[in-house]
């Protein structure tokens, strides 16, 4: 059911890549609650992925834009603005990447070269559309920014490997720029820390079905979904959320603040 709880506002969305991501989802969700958008990725990303599936289905241009090129960034924001005659209202960072990972290499034993270039694509480039859209004054007045992170950033996953590094430093980027820009123009800045879920990127940790069983375990309202997260990113963009900014916001079923759950504590006994 839809509130129209973003009718009249524009957004931006990063990472869409196919119907499983939170990205495209959430693009979904805000379509249905009356926002106009700009879909956006980078252009292998767009070639691999569906995205102009979605594009047609929210009526969204897509406007390719590799995250770790100022100029791609600087011109994503010129011709959104171009296109919806004005700044936007909200945008969503939903975008990581670790080549380490992806090769199975241990983090004890990383390339360094990747995890810089893992950090550029998934921490780095948050400050990047950010500083952007400030230089373009590209972002309304009162307007949300929402990026999507791990618990991983706070405590040790095996195998999540140097993506922890990036959430970690993606977070307190958002708290940087949510002083400044909070200052500057009243744009308040978040993080959802999400509930593990299987994406197509999710998909890459090694893994991954056993850190969203455990997930499920341990959580007393169970593993958030990528549908309940758009959810989420829609409420962080409407008005009702205003004076929320500088945070990191659990989305997880509890699993966040639970030390045990009796379902582990039983499991456990058996073995």
């Not at 989802?25 to 102009?52: D, F, S, Y």
């Not at 834009?65 to 959104?80: G, H, I, R």
């Not at 780095?124 to 929402?146: C, F, P």
Request: proline share 3%; charged share 20%.
């Amino acid at each position: 059911m839809a509130y129209n709880l973003l009718q009249g506002k524009k957004g931006i969305i990063f990472g869409a890549l196919d119907e499983k991501s939170i990205a495209w989802k959430t693009a979904q969700r805000c379509a249905a609650e009356g926002a106009q958008l700009v879909l956006t990725n980078a252009p292998i990303a767009l070639r691999m992925g569906t995205i102009n599936k979605l594009a047609e289905e929210v009526n969204a241009p897509v406007i390719p834009a590799d995250v770790t090129s100022e100029a791609d960034v600087d011109n994503l924001f010129a011709k959104t603005m171009e296109h919806f005659g004005g700044g936007v209202d909200f945008v969503l960072h939903s975008i990581g990447m670790s080549i380490n990972v992806r090769k199975n290499i241990p983090y004890t034993e990383n390339n360094l070269e990747f995890t810089h270039k893992g950090l550029d694509i998934s921490a780095v480039s948050l400050h990047r559309v950010l500083q952007s859209a400030m230089k373009h004054d590209a972002i309304n007045e009162w307007g949300s920014v929402v990026a999507l992170t791990y618990i991983a950033a706070q405590r040790v996953f095996p195998n999540y490997n140097d993506m922890a590094d990036g959430k970690a430093m993606l977070e307190s980027i958002a708290r940087n720029f949510g002083y400044y820009y909070g200052v500057k123009k009243k744009v308040r800045v978040n993080t959802i820390s999400q509930s593990p879920t299987l994406t197509t990127a999710g998909s890459g940790v090694k893994g991954i079905d056993g850190f969203i069983n455990f997930a499920e375990k341990m959580s007393p309202l169970g593993n958030a979904t990528a549908d309940n997260c758009a959810d989420y990113c829609v409420s962080l963009f409407s008005d009702y959320t205003k004076m929320v900014t500088m945070q990191n916001l659990f989305h997880d079923g509890g699993f966040s603040f639970t030390g045990v759950t009796q379902e582990v504590i039983e499991q456990m006994t058996k073995e």
